[in-house]
C-alpha cells in the first residue's frame, strides 16, 4: 500500500532563517506531487506541484522554492523566511487514472515563523 | 478556469442531527468530484468521490450526488456523530483542462455537539 510522509511535524523558526521541509511516497511509482499551505482557517493555496524528477511548476509568486530530486520526494525550501510563511504545510500525491485523480495528502508540517 | 464554491462555516448541529454541506462548481470540461475531510490536526482524506453525471459517492454514511445540471456536489448525512466535527472540502478534478491538479473549496468546518 502506498504511504506519504512528511517532517518534521513541527517547526519553530525565526524569521530570516532557511526552511527545509521533506515529503516522501512509499509503494507508487512516479506520483504527481503537490505543496499547499493551509493559513489557520483558511482552505488550501497551492504551492507548488511536480510531474516528474526535476519538473517542478510554481502556483504563486513567492521567496519558497521546491525540489524533487528523486521519483518519490519533494522538498519545500527557504532561503529566508517571512512572518506570512507560517502555516500548516501539506504535501500530496496522486496518480492520474482515467480523467481524474485523488490527491493523497501527508499528515502535514506545522511551521510557525517569529 | 474551474472553481468550487462551498457553503460558508462554521456549521454546528447536535448529535443525530442531518446534515447538508453546499459544493457546486465550475469547470470548462467534465470533472470528477470529491469531498475531503481534514481531522483536528490532520492532512486531508478522501471520503467520496463521483467521476460522472448522476454517479452517487458515498461511504461512511456520507453521500454526495453529482448532478452536472445544477453544477453541484452537495455533501449529505442522515445522522451526524461527535467524530464527524471536521473540515470539510470540495474539490473538483479534470486532467484535460488543469493537468492533473485539484480545485478546492474554501473548506466548511462541522462542529457536532453531544
Known amino acids: 500500500s502506498q504511504t506519504i510522509h512528511q517532517w518534521p511535524a513541527t517547526l519553530v523558526q525565526p524569521v530570516g532563517s532557511p526552511l527545509s521541509l521533506e515529503c516522501t511516497v512509499e509503494?507508487?511509482?512516479?506520483?504527481?506531487l503537490y505543496w499547499y499551505r493551509q493559513a489557520a482557517g483558511r482552505g488550501l493555496q497551492l504551492l507548488f506541484y511536480s510531474v516528474g524528477i526535476g519538473q517542478i511548476s510554481s502556483e504563486v509568486p513567492q521567496n519558497l522554492s521546491a525540489s524533487r530530486p528523486q521519483d518519490r520526494q519533494f522538498i519545500l525550501s527557504s532561503k529566508k523566511l517571512l512572518l506570512s510563511d507560517s502555516g500548516f504545510y501539506l504535501c500530496?500525491?496522486?496518480?492520474?487514472?482515467?480523467?481524474?485523480?485523488?490527491?493523497?495528502f501527508g499528515p502535514g508540517t506545522r511551521l510557525t515563523v517569529l | 478556469g474551474n472553481s468550487v464554491t462551498q457553503m460558508e462555516g462554521p456549521v454546528t448541529l447536535s448529535e443525530e442531527a442531518f446534515l447538508t454541506i453546499n459544493c457546486t462548481y465550475t469547470?470548462?470540461?467534465?470533472?470528477?468530484l470529491f469531498w475531503y475531510v481534514q481531522y483536528p490536526g490532520e492532512g486531508l482524506q478522501l471520503l467520496l468521490k463521483?467521476?460522472?453525471?448522476?454517479d452517487k459517492g458515498s461511504n461512511k454514511g456520507f453521500e454526495a450526488t453529482y448532478r452536472k445540471e445544477t453544477t453541484s456536489f452537495h455533501l449529505e448525512k442522515g445522522s451526524v456523530q461527535v467524530s464527524d466535527s471536521a473540515v470539510y472540502f470540495c474539490a473538483l478534478s479534470d486532467i484535460n483542462t488543469n493537468a492533473g491538479k485539484s480545485t478546492f473549496g474554501d473548506g466548511t468546518t462541522l462542529t457536532v455537539k453531544p
Open positions: 463521483a467521476t460522472k453525471a448522476d
Open positions: 509503494g507508487t511509482s512516479n506520483p504527481n
Open positions: 500530496a500525491w496522486s496518480v492520474t487514472s482515467g480523467r481524474q485523480d485523488t490527491q493523497y
Open positions: 469547470a470548462t470540461g467534465y470533472p470528477s
